[in-house]
Structure formats: C-alpha cells, structure tokens
C-alpha cells in the first residue's frame, strides 16, 4: 500500500490549501484515514480523522472550524481542505490508513500504512 500526499506549499496566515492524500496498491473505502503533522523540533501531532463511511471525523482542537477532513472512496482519496491558515500550523503533513474499528483506532492513535508527507508553510 502507498499512500501520497499532495497539495503543500507557501501561502500567506489567512490564506487557504488542499491537501490530497492518494492511495494505491489496496481499496482503503472501509479504513479509518487521518492526518497528522510534525513541525520542525517537534513530536508529531494528530490533526483529523475520518471513519471509513465519512459519517464521522474528529479533530485535534487546534484546528476544529477551520479544517475540513474528508474522503472520496471511489477515488481512494483522503482530503484536508485548510481554511483560516495560520503560522502555526507550518508542518510537514501526512496521511495514515488502519484497517481497525474507529473506536478503537482513534484512541489508539497507531495506523498501519502512513505517507511521504508534503509541506505546508504559513508565512505571517
């Protein structure tokens, strides 16, 4: 299984971006997907998570209202739509996928298949 993230870049505190996360090499429609991100000195950190149907997400509080997970299965894409950017969330971003229950993944905080990351930096 590969996971690829896309979508990083500049963009100025305010300002927007989409994350795209591609995986191949296996249907993930009935996995739990997620971002995390891991700035430069610092551990790396939960972001959102979504729920195989896209029914449930969850976000680390830093981010709710402003960050968007979600999933287009026939795509076998995972996406982060980024609104209202700002310094603080410059990272290196990257996409999971577990095979496991939500409500035990979740919690849990360990995925099986994870991404290359791709950069996100918020200039001030």
């Known amino acids: 299984v590969q996971l690829q993230a896309s979508g990083g870049g500049l963009v100025q505190a305010g300002g927007s971006l989409r994350l795209s996360c591609a995986a191949s090499?296996?249907?993930?429609?009935?996995?739990?997907m997620a971002w995390f991100r891991q700035a430069p000195g610092e551990e790396r950190e939960f972001v959102a998570a979504?729920?195989?149907?896209?029914?449930?997400?969850y976000y680390t509080s830093s981010v709710k209202g402003r960050f968007t997970i979600s999933r287009d299965n026939a795509k076998n894409t995972v996406y982060l739509q980024m609104n209202s950017l700002k310094p603080e969330d410059t990272a290196v971003y990257y996409c999971?996928?577990?095979?496991?229950?939500?409500?035990?993944?979740?919690?849990?905080?360990?995925?099986?298949?994870w991404g290359q990351g791709t950069q996100v930096t918020v200039s001030s």
């Open positions: 999971a996928a577990d095979g496991g229950n939500w409500y035990e993944v979740l919690p849990r905080g360990e995925y099986e298949y």
């Open positions: 090499g296996r249907d993930l429609s009935s996995y739990v």
């Open positions: 979504i729920s195989w149907s896209g029914g449930s997400t």
